[in-house]
């Protein structure tokens, strides 16, 4: 399976692929329990090849780290955006990009089987993920905010995390369903 991934690193699906520097696929450990699916690559996830990098990763652990601290859960994630090339400028995706990643991402969430799905970030009505699987969707950081407003985003977002985690009794062996 792991090969089959590494695949989409070539992919010409959509229109996309020629303008992005990197196709940003799948980072983060292949045993997560948790999905993090953000919208498209950034600026910085594009440049480094790595889907949620930079200041959104470090935002992220902050949350991960909050959860752990009043759950006990420890939430193991991997990444991958829904659409892997990033576009000139978002609004030049359109229904038939998301279509054309949305069997990597299926492919994904077959191969790291987690118990929990986080949105991460602002993105249209229909780029929606539809698996049946818990699924939370949590607003990203707003490069334009100050730093004091991306932490209480942060500490929002972990909270939100939190209550999915104990809703849906992730991370915990006796979890029905």
Known sequence: ????????????ACKLCDECFYHV????????????LTYLPDEDDDALGEACSGRKRTLFREMLS??????GV?????????????PKKPSD?????????KPRVDMIVDFVKPELIIEYGKRPAMAAYVSGLPTISLP??????????QLMLA????????NAVRAHRIGRTDRVG
């Open 93 to 101: 995706v359109h229904k038939a990009e998301l279509e054309a990643c």
């Open 155 to 162: 500490k929002r977002n972990a909270l939100l995390l939190v």
């Open 74 to 86: 420890r939430l193991l994630p991997c990444y991958t955006p829904r659409i892997a090339c990033k």
């Open 140 to 149: 990203g950081i707003v490069y334009d905010n100050t730093t004091e407003d």
């Open 1 to 12: 399976m792991y090969e089959k991934i590494m695949e989409w690193y070539d992919c010409e």
């Open 25 to 36: 696929v799948f980072n983060g450990t292949i045993r997560a329990n948790t999905l993090v």
């Open 66 to 71: 909050e959860v752990k601290r009043r759950t």
